[in-house]
Antibody, heavy 117, light 106 residues
Framework: EVLLVQSGGGLVQPGGSLRLSCAASGFTVSNNHMSWVRQAPGKGLEWVSI???????YATDSVRGRFTISRDTSKNTLYLQMNNLRPEDTAVYYC???????????WGQGTLVNVSS | DIRMTQSPSSLSASVGDRVTITCRTS??????FNWYQKKLGEAPKLLIYGVSSLPSGVPSRFSGSGSETDFTLTISSLQPEDSATYYC?????????FGQGTKVEI
């Protein structure tokens, strides 16, 4: 069974840092495209970052240079290091397995990041 | 960035109704087009990929159609569990943008 268990969210002040984790079971992170997607309160979905199977990464403009996606194959875990956080980064963050084009995308349970003073 | 325009922003329908949601993109993007279902407190669920393909486990009352810049999600017979917000998404080019969502109330 595919399982994605997230941790690491919470309250942080503007300018602070957080690291989100997504522990995978039932599959190997390094053999899959892995992503982070977020939803701000009352807003729509935003694809934040992806770690492709070939090792390339992509981050959307609003987080590029501040957020870094990475993976630890020994722990079978995906990470999102978030630095210089802004109030507009406040959102529920989801990790996801699978290419955005489908045919299958599996999701973590989501974790809330609240950037506020 | 490719802009996505969904309509309507919300709708109310009865159980058994046929429901249609549309999405227009600023560029021709087929077949790289998805529909997602999002319920409060739950992770998104991929409903349709590649314009009209259903992932395993998605009920057949959901269908997708369209081409180039105009796409449609149809729920043939609305069920109580379909109460959710539906998002279109293009995966033609990064950033993979979503529409603003359509809230479906039963």
């Amino acid at each position: 069974e595919v399982l994605l268990v997230q941790s690491g969210g919470g309250l942080v002040q503007p300018g602070g840092s957080l690291r989100l984790s997504c522990a995978a079971s039932g599959f190997t992170v390094s053999n899959n495209h892995m992503s982070w997607v977020r939803q701000a309160p009352g807003k729509g979905l935003e694809w934040v970052s992806i770690f492709f199977i070939d090792g390339n990464t992509y981050a959307t403009d609003s987080v590029r240079g501040r957020f870094t996606i990475s993976r630890d194959t020994s722990k079978n875990t995906l990470y999102l290091q978030m630095n210089n956080l802004r109030p507009e980064d406040t959102a529920v963050y989801y990790c996801a397995r699978g290419h955005p084009r489908g045919p299958r995308v599996d999701w973590g349970q989501g974790t809330l990041v609240n950037v506020s003073s | 960035d490719i802009r996505m325009t969904q309509s309507p922003s919300s709708l109310s329908a009865s159980v058994g109704d046929r429901v249609t949601i549309t999405c227009r993109t600023s560029h021709s993007i087929d077949p790289y087009f998805n529909w997602y279902q999002k319920k409060l407190g739950e992770a998104p669920k991929l409903l349709i990929y590649g314009v009209s393909s259903l992932p395993s486990g998605v009920p057949s009352r959901f269908s997708g159609s369209g081409s180039e810049t105009d796409f449609t999600l149809t729920i043939s017979s609305l069920q109580p569990e379909d109460s959710a917000t539906y998002y279109c998404q293009q995966t033609y080019s990064t950033p993979w943008t979503f529409g603003q969502g359509t809230k479906v109330e039963i």
